[in-house]
């Protein structure tokens, strides 16, 4: 009787619990979990100590205690100094090296801010809004000076340029590759991805050979797989929503569906498990199949490939793909009897 029961279990389909729930972007949880953070420092750090100062004495030795540059070998902080408009700034840039591009570094950031010429923008050729002649008096009205603008419009030639206003962001955008950049009397760090560690090149899948077809396979970086994604579906309506997991390693992943085809319970359902992830750290997608995946049954349910073209087909017959950073083997789940995953 009890195995009956179980055999009606496994071919009944149920509905998944509904939720109103809506995933946070990457760029919107960059300061959960700040007790974590605090816990990890030789002091505890108040919400307001963790705003960035307008004094970039203090912020400097705050990142300097923080990473423990004493002893760490691969954190660098460069200091300089830059002129705008007659007057001096002390700054900093901190990235990790390895992590960063050189090249890019040097040419787009520390020399445009060190060498550039700001005489179009002195005291004597201010940028004027309007002029108005009255009585044979010019009057010129001209627009106020913000250095932080002047710097993000100007001075900093990054396609890729944001800004945050709390530690917490700035060191965990700087732990993945970010570089971020310090000046005096601003309470704000201009974050620059100029990210250029070494990858894999894109090649043929090692495990699953074919002879018809693509020869691409997935490699350890997540923002090319996304890209290998997208060329294969090729429309607007591909979501690859970002997000982190792991209170510690804060391991980036996507959510990738195409919308409209796509079971918005579905996706919801995955959602509401990934967000749920209790975890320290996450390191492979293995992991991660093993925290969401419904254990009821010990039947197969997971279906793994490293084939762009097989993770699109599934996607464009509504499933949902999951990739993890820094993995190069997608796990799908095809077929659990009450819900319907896949993820890479």
Not at 59 to 86: A, C, H, M, P, Q
Not at 239 to 261: F, H, P, R, W
Not at 280 to 299: A, H, K, P, V
Not at 314 to 332: H, K, P, Q, Y
């Amino acid at each position: 009787m009890k195995i009956l029961k179980n055999l009606i279990n496994l071919i009944t389909y149920r509905e998944p619990n509904e939720y109103n729930f809506v995933l946070p972007n990457a760029k919107d949880i960059d300061d959960f979990d700040n007790s974590l953070l605090s816990s990890m420092s030789k002091s505890d750090t108040s919400k307001e100590e963790d705003n960035i100062y307008a004094s970039n004495h203090i912020n400097l030795e705050f990142v300097k205690n923080k990473y423990n540059t004493d002893i760490n070998s691969d954190i660098k902080i460069r200091e300089f100094y830059i002129n705008v408009r007659g007057k001096q700034y002390s700054a900093f840039l901190l990235y990790i090296e390895g992590m960063i591009d050189s090249n890019s570094i040097n040419k787009f950031v520390i020399e445009p801010l060190m060498l550039k010429n700001a005489s179009n923008l002195s005291h004597e050729n201010p940028d004027v809004v309007s002029t108005a002649v009255t009585n044979n008096v010019t009057v010129k009205r001209v627009k106020k000076f913000d250095l932080k603008t002047y710097i993000s419009e100007c001075l900093v030639p990054q396609n890729d340029v944001s800004t945050a206003n709390k530690f917490s962001k700035v060191i965990q955008k700087v732990n993945a590759g970010v570089s971020a950049l310090f000046i005096d009397t601003i309470d704000t760090v201009f974050l620059i991805d100029a990210k250029g560690f070494e990858k894999r090149a894109v090649a043929a899948p090692e495990n699953e050979n074919i002879i018809r077809g693509s020869q691409e396979g997935f490699v350890e970086s997540i923002r090319t797989n996304t890209t290998l994604l997208r060329r294969i579906i090729n429309n607007e309506s591909l979501i690859i929503e970002d997000t982190n997991v792991g209170k510690i390693s804060k391991t980036q992943i996507a959510i990738c569906y195409l919308k409209n085809v796509a079971n918005d319970k579905l996706v919801k359902e995955i959602k509401y498990r990934i967000n749920n992830l209790g975890v320290d750290y996450l390191i492979s997608s293995g992991q991660l199949e093993q925290l969401i995946e419904d254990t009821n049954f010990s039947l197969p349910q997971l279906l793994s490939s490293e084939r762009p073209d097989r993770v699109s087909s599934l996607i464009l017959e509504g499933r949902v793909a999951i990739l993890v950073n820094r993995n190069s083997l997608c796990t799908s789940c095809s077929c659990s009897f009450d819900r319907l995953f896949n993820f890479c």
